[in-house]
């Protein structure tokens, strides 16, 4: 599969079977369970991504990394007993292709398997270099127009989900899920309520470029976005936490900034046609 590229190999990550792709610029890995990206660490660097301690077996999705959320977001639009997020984040993923660049980035391929019940088709693409470049690409194969939403639900390890802010949400209006989905104006920076510290807010329309600035870390970790209009920031909080067993206690160790169309930010994907979103992750020091 891999032929002559080196950099490439077959391991394990947090208990699950993995993709390891190292390059001078980073190393990263993806689980052929869910096929997200379970680790990131740009060379000389540290651990981008958060997966919890007290991860759960499958076929329970992995809590942490970057879970790919597909067909839907949440439950969105779906009733009955469908899985929350969609099915690809429980598939088992396999891998499609592989090639490397003049720079020295590799880029992987992989799409989920026994999907065909559903109506599109979904491959992925990782590119591992001085970012992170991560697509996720729907078809439809079909001749009828067909609607998605979707997302790549980053957990990035913080020092202190209390002490971080994140920048280019700033104006924008929210809907806060722990406000019965109520819409709000977005004030400076985003952080996590004093009162209350905890935050699930889809942000429709969003710009598409973030910075989540740790001071504790010395690092801010860059996101920016194409074709992919909502942004999502995530943390349980306390309360929350504790009644989730793959998180518990570890709520201040990750902020989740995602990379989403979700919520009115509906994409038709027209028969015969793909339909691309991306996100490219990158960390710079902290002066």
């Known amino acids: 599969m891999f032929g002559d590229i080196n950099g490439i190999s077959v ?4 208990g699950f079977d993995a993709l390891i792709v190292e390059t001078p610029s980073a190393t990263a890995t993806v689980s052929l369970f869910g096929g997200q990206v379970l680790s990131l660490v740009p060379a000389g660097g540290d651990e981008v991504l958060w997966v919890s301690p007290l991860v759960l077996e499958p076929p329970t999705p992995i809590r942490g990394g970057t879970p790919v959320c597909w067909p839907y977001f949440s439950r969105e639009g779906q009733t ?17 292709g592989a090639r490397t660049f003049d720079d020295g980035d590799i880029e992987v391929e992989l799409t989920p398997e026994r999907l065909d019940h559903l109506p599109m088709r979904l491959r992925m693409t990782v590119r591992v270099g001085a970012a992170l470049e991560q697509g996720l690409h729907t078809t439809n194969p079909g001749t009828e127009s067909l609607t998605l939403t979707e997302a790549l639900h980053n957990y990035f390890r913080v020092s202190d989900a209390t002490s971080v802010r994140v920048e280019g949400l700033t104006g924008l209006t929210y809907l806060d899920e722990f406000d019965d989905g109520n819409a709000h104006e977005q004030t400076g920076d985003w952080r996590l309520p004093v009162d209350l510290p905890r935050s699930d807010r889809l942000y429709p329309g969003a ?25 999502v920031v995530w943390n349980p909080g306390e309360a929350v936490a504790a009644d989730m067993a793959d998180v518990g206690p ?3 160790e990750f902020v989740c900034v995602e990379t989403a169309n979700a919520g009115p930010d509906v994409v038709e994907v027209a028969g015969g046609t793909t339909h691309s979103m991306w996100q490219s992750i990158s960390v710079t020091a902290l002066s």
Do not use: F, N
């Open 11 to 14: 391991g394990t990550s947090h």
């Open 207 to 231: 710009g598409g470029h973030y910075r989540l600035l740790d001071p504790g870390l010395s690092r801010a970790i860059e996101i920016v976005t194409r074709d992919a209009r909502t942004a």
């Open 250 to 252: 570890h709520w201040r």
């Open 80 to 96: 009955g007993e469908v899985p929350s997020h969609g099915y690809a984040r429980t598939a088992r993923w396999t891998v499609t």
